[in-house]
């Protein structure tokens, strides 16, 4: 089984850019996260999905951040514009169903580098 | 809030060495679950183990075992003749069940286990 994919792996952009992160989850996990890790501080929350829908945005730090999840597959976190604090590591993970589904599986990150 | 808290902020350790990581926690939440990651150096976070708040029972994986002791507000993990391929930063994680609390997982500020040969 394929674990949670994320593309790119590493992405560098200059501020005031675009770039849009993806998140391919486990086939059939109906939850998909996203967190991110900027430099020298805690993985924090940024939001959930139960299939398409947001569950909890509450992390999103401002609304340079969108995400969507059309369908209920994969996953993207667009940063327009891209500013110097939003460098860091961007992690995706995904859960089931079943009382398993509070284990998160989680994909290798995007390191996002803005200059 | 939820807090977790990772106090050692570093771990170095010789082959074969047993290692205890520690991690506390605060919630307000009744019920919860703990959770231990890894992440070697590769990046991506590897999961460990998931434990219930209301299950105190202590659990061991071949030479890993986690003591959680919620009179203490603590889920400590034990490494038994650690090897250099334990070499990872390990973080502790909580979360809510679902009909009481968030999904989203709190995390620590992880801990960076080196073991040397």
């Known amino acids: 089984e394929a674990g949670v994919t994320q593309f790119p792996s590493h992405s560098v952009i200059e501020k005031g850019q675009t770039v849009t992160l993806r998140c391919d989850p486990i086939?059939?996990?109906?939850?998909l996260y996203w967190y991110r890790r900027v430099m020298g501080k805690e993985i924090k929350f940024l939001l959930h999905f139960v299939k398409e829908s947001k569950q909890d945005e509450s992390g999103m730090p401002n609304n340079r951040f969108l995400a969507e999840r059309t369908g209920g597959t994969y996953s993207t976190l667009k940063v327009q514009p891209a500013e110097l604090e939003d460098s860091g590591v961007y992690f995706c993970?995904?859960?089931?169903?079943?009382?398993?589904?509070?284990?998160?599986?989680f994909g290798p990150g995007t390191r996002l580098t803005v200059t | 809030a939820q807090k977790v808290t990772q106090a050692q902020t570093e771990i170095s350790v010789v082959e074969k060495e047993d290692v205890t990581l520690d991690c506390v926690y605060e919630?307000?939440?009744?019920?919860?679950?703990l959770f231990w990651y890894k992440q070697p150096p590769s990046g991506e976070l590897v999961f460990l183990i998931r434990r219930n708040s209301f299950d105190e029972q202590n659990e061991i994986s071949g030479r890993y075992s986690w003591n959680f002791q919620k009179s203490t507000s603590s889920f400590n993990f034990t490494i038994t003749a650690s090897q250099v391929v334990d070499s990872a930063v390990y973080f502790c994680a909580l979360s809510g069940l679902k009909y009481t609390g968030r999904r989203a997982l709190t995390f620590g500020s992880g801990t960076r286990l080196q073991v040397q040969p």
């Open positions: 993970a995904s859960s089931g169903r079943t009382v398993s589904s509070y284990e998160q599986y």
């Open positions: 086939s059939g996990h109906d939850n």
């Open positions: 919630t307000r939440d009744t019920t919860y679950y």
